[in-house]
């Protein structure tokens, strides 16, 4: 009895560590399908949005239309753009946001000269804000984010010099942010950035 007993233990441990298996099988297989739609859908979002930007669009039209397809795309529940202002290229401020009231951005001013912005710039990739938690010389900055309710900063960069930023707030669903979710962001923003960058030259050119 003692032997069959012992058996019986045993047997539950491998079928209990089988179903162990099979449960992060099936988790890391949701995982892989929810990155690959979103990066199907997010390839199919971004090619609308280039093609959406005719030359006839402003700078305006641009931000706004970027926002909205990234905030859809991405369901989060605000973001907001920060750009240099003409007369006075040192800080970053807010140029445009949406889904976010305009009491959590007013007054909210980044300097471009910071070790904050040096990271961001350096990385030329989207970074959570909990990544630089830590990390000398970012506290006030972060702190500064964190009181307005942003979790994920993606730089927008063109030859190497940073031209603006788009912060994002938490998802809709509660979700953290992916790999996946990072990865759309980075091209969303480099594209975004390149058409601001164009955007600018033709208003120059006027």
Same mark, same amino acid.
């Given at each position: ?8 233990r ?5 079928n209990?560590e089988l179903e162990?298996?099979?449960?992060r099988? $099936? ?16 390839a199919? +979002? ?6 959406k ?13 970027a #926002? ?9 529940s605000? #973001? ?9 290229? +040192?800080?970053l401020? @807010? ?6 009231s ?5 007054g909210l001013? #980044? @300097? ?6 040096r990271?961001l ?7 959570r ?15 500064l984010? !964190?009181? $307005?309710?942003f979790?994920?900063? +993606? ?10 930023l ?7 669903d509660?979700?953290?942010?992916? $790999? ?6 980075? #091209?969303?923003a $480099?594209?975004t950035?390149q058409?601001?960058?164009?955007t600018? !030259? ?5």
């Amino acid at each position: 009895h003692l032997e069959q007993s012992e058996q019986r233990r045993l047997m539950g441990q491998v079928n209990a560590e089988l179903e162990r298996e099979l449960k992060r099988s $099936a988790e890391e297989l949701e995982v892989t399908r929810r990155r690959q739609r979103t990066h199907r859908l997010g390839a199919q +979002a971004l090619l609308d949005f280039s093609q959406k930007m005719e030359s006839r669009f402003d700078r305006a039209d641009l931000q706004r239309h970027a #926002l909205i397809h990234l905030g859809t795309l991405l369901h989060v529940s605000g #973001l907001c753009l920060f750009e240099t202002q003409s007369s006075d290229s +040192a800080w970053l401020t @807010p140029a445009r946001w949406h889904w976010i009231s305009e009491e959590r951005v007013r007054g909210l001013r #980044l @300097p471009v000269a910071s070790e904050f912005m040096r990271i961001l710039a350096s990385e030329g990739r989207p970074l959570r804000l909990g990544e630089f938690d830590h990390v000398p010389g970012t506290a006030w900055e972060c702190g500064l984010m !964190a009181a $307005a309710g942003f979790t994920v900063i +993606a730089p927008l960069v063109v030859h190497r010099r940073m031209v603006g930023l788009i912060m994002l707030a938490d998802r809709n669903d509660g979700r953290p942010f992916e $790999a996946a979710d990072l990865e759309l962001l980075s #091209l969303f923003a $480099a594209s975004t950035a390149q058409m601001m960058e164009t955007t600018r !030259a033709r208003e120059r050119e006027r």
